[in-house]
């Protein structure tokens, strides 16, 4: 599609295109420079084979990409099973809005991409570019791969005097019917050895608010979660529950599930509030990277870290006081750094059961007097109000009334 087009696509199936010979090979299924498009619910594509960008590829425009609820004929639908070759194996995204939306009864899902070069197979699902900006609501980024870095999102700013890239992944206000948790980041995997960001890489700045999400079973070998380096390269994460992520090959455990700094000689940020971390097979928690005396910044807020067998925070690879901060939150042990501020306690969660991460009433996470510290900006994973009783409950979920009679039902009779 081409400079000022319009485009609007209803029950279209884009498939088995590939674009690696002979003039361009961006975009397998969708090229779209200085367009407009909308693409209606029913609207397939997948199969698509391309260097960068095999199912769309897309350079200064806006597109709008819905779940939609009725689906006729369309066995599946979203963005799936296309391979970039190098960069994008769902979306390529540089300078560039789309807005993503899943319904109430159907997410909008990216799933099963891959982009398996030995070289630079980066963003499986998704990459991002300079002055992209990716909104994603009741979306399912699964089951992607890359090879090098970034299986679920790859955001990696060049300058070219555009804005940073971003992406915000959140749960729609009107809920969903198709899963307990909307949104999702999970089963994304970094095939390499030296694999880093099974969820999300990114390099030299960007942006990355991810809420009310579940982030799972995300594998790679250095970091399984998050990989984040370079000036104003930050996440904000708030409401999310971080579970079962690991290493992908035979090796036991990941490095780490937060890496930030990852050996540049820049700041990074991560701030996160009312997050449930459990769960991880990996050594550290987060690590934080001091390379030539520049420290990174980590602020945690209202948050539950159960991982004993995890070290909370490590640093490494040079000299430096580094700018972290563990306030009102609840922990499986002291960190050796000695962070922990305002009202965090050390202690069990006491989740309901096996994959179960609501709280049981006798919990410690339960009315803190100290969640006041860093005011939610959102309900919690499931939609509830986090002040439905004047004080917020510590990690993803908030309890309920419905919570305890259902705990002391099937547990104490």
């Given at each position: ?11 279209t199936?884009i498939?088995?295109n590939?674009?690696l010979?002979?003039?361009s ?21 997948y ?5 960068n960008?095999a ?32 960069t994008g ?6 300078n ?16 099963n ?25 009741n ?41 307990a ?19 999300i ?25 998050f990989y ?23 090796q036991e455990?990941?490095?780490?599930l937060?890496?930030?700094?990852g050996g ?21 928690i ?13 602020e ?27 306030d ?12 922990e ?17 609501k ?9 803190p007097?100290?969640?006041?510290i860093?005011?939610p ?5 499931l ?30 009779k």
């Amino acid at each position: 599609t081409g400079e000022g087009l319009n485009v609007t696509m209803n029950f279209t199936q884009i498939y088995d295109n590939v674009n690696l010979i002979g003039g361009s090979t961006q975009g397998g299924g969708i090229r779209c420079s200085g367009a407009n498009i909308t693409l209606l619910g029913h609207t397939a594509i997948y199969n698509n084979t391309a260097d960068n960008g095999a199912g769309i590829y897309a350079l200064g425009c806006e597109i709008e990409i819905n779940a939609g609820d009725t689906f006729n004929d369309l066995v599946e639908t979203g963005i799936f099973g296309n391979t970039a070759n190098k960069t994008g194996g769902g979306l390529y995204v540089q300078n560039t809005v789309i807005n993503g939306i899943g319904t109430y009864e159907h997410p909008l899902k990216i799933h099963n991409n891959s982009a398996p070069d030995k070289l630079n197979g980066s963003g499986g699902g998704m990459f991002l570019g300079s002055g992209a900006v990716v909104n994603l609501f009741n979306t399912q980024v699964d089951n992607n791969t890359a090879f090098i870095r970034g299986a679920g999102i790859y955001s990696f700013y060049t300058g070219q005097k555009l804005a940073l890239p971003q992406v915000n992944l959140n749960r729609s206000k009107t809920g969903c019917s198709y899963a307990a948790i909307c949104s999702s980041v999970s089963f994304n995997h970094v095939m390499s050895k030296s694999g880093r960001g099974g969820a999300i890489f990114i390099r030299n700045g960007g942006i990355a608010a991810i809420n009310q999400t579940e982030i799972s079973y995300n594998q790679a070998n250095i970091s399984s979660g998050f990989y984040i380096s370079g000036n104003q390269s930050n996440i904000n994460l708030e409401g999310n529950l971080i579970h079962h992520n690991n290493s992908y090959s035979n090796q036991e455990k990941a490095n780490m599930l937060f890496d930030l700094g990852g050996g540049f000689n820049a700041s990074t940020s991560a701030v996160l509030n009312f997050n449930t971390i459990t769960d991880n097979a990996v050594d550290t928690i987060f690590n934080l990277d001091f390379n030539n005396n520049i420290p990174q910044n980590l602020e945690v807020y209202n948050s539950i870290i159960s991982n004993p067998q995890s070290q909370i925070v490590s640093s490494n690879g040079g000299e430096g006081d580094h700018d972290a901060n563990i306030d009102c939150s609840l922990i499986h042990d002291l960190t050796t750094d000695g962070i922990e501020g305002n009202g965090t306690q050390v202690g069990p969660p006491l989740f309901f059961g096996h994959l179960d991460y609501k709280l049981q009433e006798s919990s410690l996470g339960i009315d803190p007097n100290c969640s006041t510290i860093n005011a939610p900006l959102y309900f919690d994973i499931l939609g509830v109000d986090r002040l439905v009783d004047q004080s917020a409950d510590l990690g993803a979920y908030e309890s309920t009334v419905a919570d305890s009679i259902i705990f002391t039902d099937g547990f104490e009779k």
